[in-house]
């Protein structure tokens, strides 16, 4: 049987990156060290600064909620309802189970409620991808409440993983202005608010197993309308290149912030933004709404088409499997 | 069944890529545009120049040599004989034979009989990977003869798929100098000779294709020392992400070229290189001999060691079931 790299007990969990093996304490260890390298190398916040944590119910904003609030920051919570069918209630049911048993403060928008829409008659309206919709919309709204509510910082769940899968996508492409943007901090400005990713030394599998250890409670299915889309298929390779030699996706990731985005930083273009004539928030000019209010002119009010009817094939198969097929059609 | 894009007629092969099928002659042409688009966009050489092409025995080494003399180039072959066991002497053999055939000029380098050493030998001695031994002997030695005997430029056979892989490679690293000098063009300077790589925008299935239709005998087995290498290991991940869409690696590697390197040429440093004590190549200082100088220092007139001896296990086997295992143990 493999033991703890630090005390010799019985292991939980391997970690071939940093070649060794752990304990459920010597495990939360190494996470709460790595939460606080992010935290202090690239600056994100101070302990009296006030955190809004951006929850969607799943595995890593729940472990980041939990992991601030166990090392003594102040951090709320905030989840967005998002309208996707049983996926959606599940993880509004268990945010708020979450928030509860530990005394933490939670606001809520149910984007239905305050907006008029939800993401699958978004998608299904527009012939947006759904993602597309989805990270347009929480990003609005997240920054929107942040700011509103007086926090000094926005986190969110991003792990090493994602981070490395938006990376390679970006690379793939040579996106030079993606390339540019992707940080781990993103500092207040130009109307928005400071987002950090606390999360970003650490990967998908270890926040499933802090959730484990902690007892945490988390919706474990991927979103139905994130079936098929890239940045899965790109987390799908960098997981075969990290399985051969392991720490190639870290390396990938915490290399590129350390020796190609300095290069890229000097050469940034600045924008200069204006605000939407409707909501206010930042925006490319002045002379038009920003995109989230032009996503709700477009969608706000449509009759609801349920997320089965804007699935593709492949992960309406799947939906089907997960929640059964009787939910709209 | 398929039919040509441009003809109509039965094609004989599909090019994802470019959403299109194409007959025999459709599909040579198609190549030769790729061909001259490469040498005239990255101003590879004039048809007045004299090329040195160097050659392997592999589909891309002989499809190159043939597509530059069916384009009216002046070209001679040049094969260095490695000693890779049977790999080698057929090889050799097909290369011979492919030069004779056309009356086209081959010289020839026996890395043994010049230097008193082989690859096999080389990587067994000096514990270095097989194919660094060998990437270091064939850039000394193919820059050294084209040099010497006064061409103007050395053309390898170095493909898309090739290219493309190193420069995953690079990325995933995000080797900074290395990136800065992948290029399908380097200049003369420095004590090198001018090199370029005429098939950065045919694939590997395209040359695999153009040698079946032309009619081209070639060594279609990989280098058994080369079995598990991460050169193959970023191809196939490169692969994978062609197939669900198709044009990834072009654009992965030519939106480098376009967009990524001269954000990195203007901050590129200049190395002022010596040259070798003992043989007079560019190197890094004039104080010590050059790597290959070194090599031969350490290896040559050692007892020779079988190519299987070298191998690690998977390779051991793939060797076995291709060649047999009677070579040596």
Known sequence: MSKCRSCGEAAVIDLPRHNANFCSEHFLQLCRRQLSKAISDFEMFMTDDRI????????DSLALW????????????LYIGLGIGDYSTESGAITRRFAQERGLKLLEVDIRNEHGFDIPTAAGVTGRSPCSACGLSKRHIFDDVAQREGYDVLATGHNLDDEAAVLFGNTLRWDVEYLRRQAPVLQAGNGFGKKVKPLVRLTEREMAAWCVVRGIDYVVEECPMAVGNKHLLYKDALNVLDSTSPGTKASFYLGFLDRMRPLLEHSASITAPGSCPRCGAAAATSDEACAFCRLVETTSGHEQIPV?????KKARKLFDAQWGSQHGD
Not at 52 to 59: M, N, T
Not at 308 to 312: C, D, G, P, Q, T
Request: a negative charge; hydrophobic letters at 50%.
């Open 52 to 59: 809004l944590v951006a929850v969607s119910g799943g595995k």
């Open 66 to 77: 939990d992991m601030l609030i166990d090392a003594g920051f102040q951090a709320d919570g």
């Open 308 to 312: 089965r009817m804007v699935l593709n």
